[in-house]
């Protein structure tokens, strides 16, 4: 471990990860809770589309990211007062959106570098400005989170309740998916587009069954993920695939092993009694 | 205290309208529980009053100032959301800025919940979480609470003691309850007046006519 750490490409990687790691499932419980698991998926589709914008721009393509996916978010919000009892329309309207901009600019041949290494992520190509970007992205969410903590528990556990207790809500809703974006955008370039999702939502499922309060479901949250996307990035290393293919798949062996161990302990209290 | 004044509501804008004119006053202190059979615009009513609606025509004036809730428990069947009791009434602290983190113990103290503080909000009974619900709902002391369907999903001993509870808390402080019921012993017996709506109308009456008009048109 410490010899692949020699290389200064995995140590951006590394660094790059631990923020993921922390931030996707601060976001990802209050979409698991609020059932939006798939706004994740369909967001991390349109950070596609601005990966793809940037790149034809010659800007950073995860700004551009984290620009496109943030109106891509705003947008999923303003149509959900449209499609009250449909709202899982919205997100195919969205995903139409993004995956037919990415494609159309992708097949016009105007991207001035590759943006394979996005679909898949990839721990080459960290450059030191998406290290900053990551930081700054990463330190403003964990902040909003902080101090909207009580108002997204509440949004997400009792809407009415909220806002019968003066919680704006459709604002925090809005500054919410920007959070979104904003995780991952920073997430996109080591875990790539395909597999995003389940960073957001599979150490959350995972710590779910642990059946805990509020609080310690998003710290085993937290520890499930910095599990997941450490092992990944080593792992990966080691048998030259991608990370993020490879963190995927030890989030869901991380589950399964989890559920096992609910049933088996389950089992042997039966036994007991 | 709370006045409603030719009020009309209609989820499209246009007519039929699901509240056709509704004057009603209610006093501080009362204790109103509003009846009627499904569709006549009881729920309609309470989310007026909660704002969560807007009149199509007419007006609310609340006087009460902050409103204490209590959602029905078929609709507010989250159980599976990894939650403590007491990080919902926590939580609800801080929505409220109260400073004083006591008021969590006392809110547990008064409908007799002081041992559950660590338990998980899914694991607890239909009557277990509704008190918790009401204990959260008199949090920050508010002027009005409402109530929807509190029976709902209640055990008959848990009804007893959430009645019995409502009662003694509308006395000893005065607070003004509107609850929305389906459980008309309980309206009879313990509300100082009902709100019995047919129609998207309503007339105000003691328990006792109502319970007459009741038996009457049973009978």
Known sequence: MILMLQYGFMQNALFVSVFISILCPCIGIFLVLRRYSMIGDTLSHASLAGITIGLMTNQNPILGAFIFTSICGALIEFLRSYFRKYTDLILTIVLSLSVGTAITIISSGKLKANADSFMFGSILTVTKFDMVMVLILSLISVVTLILLYHQMIYIAYDEETAKIAGVKVKLINYIFSILVAAAISVSVRIVGVLVLSSMIALPVATALQLGKGFKLTLIFSIFFSVIDILLGLFLSYYLNVAPGGFTALISVAVLILVLFGKKLSSSLRALQS | ?219
């Open chain 2, 1 to 219: 205290m709370i006045k409603a004044e030719n009020l009309y509501f209609s989820y499209t804008g246009a007519p039929p309208h699901v509240l056709n004119g509704i004057n009603l006053e209610i006093g501080e202190g009362e204790y109103i529980s509003v009846v009627g059979e499904n569709g006549c615009g009881k729920s309609t009513l309470m989310r007026l009053l909660l704002k969560f609606l807007k009149p199509t025509k007419g007006i609310i004036i609340n006087q009460a100032g902050r409103i204490g809730y209590v959602p029905q428990k078929n609709d507010f069947s989250n159980s599976n959301f990894p939650i403590t009791v007491h990080e919902v009434l926590n939580s609800y602290r801080r929505l409220l800025k109260l400073k004083d983190k006591g008021v969590i113990a006392k809110s547990l103290e008064q409908v007799g919940m002081s041992d559950f503080a660590g338990a998980l909000m899914g694991n607890l009974s239909g009557g277990q979480s509704q008190k918790i619900l009401i204990a959260r709902a008199l949090m920050g002391n508010p002027g009005l609470l409402i109530l929807d369907e509190p029976s709902t999903g209640v055990d008959i001993k848990s009804q007893k003691d959430i009645y019995g509870f409502l009662k003694k808390i509308n006395k000893e402080s005065g607070i003004t309850i509107v609850s929305v019921e389906h459980n008309l012993d309980a309206a009879i017996s313990n509300s100082t007046l009902i709100y019995h709506m047919t129609n998207g109308q309503g007339h105000l009456c003691t328990p006792i006519q109502y319970a007459n008009e009741y038996l009457n048109r049973k009978g």
